[in-house]
């Protein structure tokens, strides 16, 4: 499997700030998907960031809200803007195996205070 | 979309004892099933699979069943030990070339010794 790296691991952010969270694989990647994982919950999908396009984001998610970056095949960032405490989660970044199973990074433990 | 359903959303069952979690998805074009495991402050990670092509697969202590004209897959784990104490997640997809996974709400397993 890939090694996906995401950094930071945990951040603890004042409200209306912003966070970005940083995924870099090991490998070049067509496809990288976000999750966010509210705590207790299920993992929920964010976007498909496609390199060389716009992210494709899900119902409820917004590209002002969430903005991504996928400059190259390995990278990707996912930004957190003007967050409130319904922001505290863990966000997930994920890259797509050939057997069609995705492989998660650590996970990034945001808490909004 | 794509939409799954999991049950039971807890299940304890004493060490020894066999475990099954039952999903159902909406869409009839989905044809890969995977089955994630989480470890507390852990990142989901895959513990098997199934492809609508496939009725049951089987790895040791897990297996999968799979209805394509029901539309519901089920995890069967035999011989629980404590260390199979965990949330677990079914997912659904397309399979296909930036297709994400869609996830089901979860279970906690709880084994007791």
């Known amino acids: 499997s890939a090694v996906i790296s995401q950094k930071p691991s945990r951040d603890i952010c004042q409200r209306g700030t912003s966070l970005t969270i940083q995924c870099q694989v090991d490998?070049?990647?067509?496809?990288m998907f976000w999750y966010r994982q509210q705590p207790g919950q299920s993992l929920t999908l964010i976007a498909t960031?496609?390199?060389?396009?716009?992210?494709?984001?899900e119902s409820g998610f917004v590209i002002d809200k969430f903005p991504i970056s996928r400059p190259n095949l390995t990278f990707s960032t996912l930004t957190v803007s003007n967050m409130s405490p319904e922001d505290s989660s863990i966000y997930l970044c994920?890259?797509?195996?050939?057997?069609?199973?995705?492989?998660f990074g650590n996970g990034t433990r945001l808490t909004v205070t | 979309g794509e939409n799954v359903e999991q049950h039971p959303s807890t299940l304890s069952v004493q060490e020894g004892d066999s475990a099954v979690i039952k999903c159902t998805y909406s869409d009839s074009a989905s044809n890969y099933f995977p089955w994630y495991k989480q470890e507390l402050g852990k990142r989901p990670q895959l513990i098997i699979d199934?492809?609508?092509?496939?009725g049951e697969k089987k790895d040791q202590r897990i297996a999968v069943t799979l209805n394509k004209t029901a539309k519901h897959f089920s995890l069967h784990i035999t011989e629980t030990q404590p260390e199979d104490s965990a949330v677990y997640f079914c997912a659904a997809s397309l399979n296909q070339a930036g297709t994400a996974l869609i996830f089901g709400k979860g279970t906690t397993l709880s084994v007791s010794s």
């Open positions: 960031a496609n390199q060389g396009s716009e992210a494709t984001y």
């Open positions: 199934i492809r609508s092509n496939v």
């Open positions: 490998s070049q990647v067509t496809m």
């Open positions: 994920s890259v797509g195996q050939d057997s069609g199973a995705l492989h």
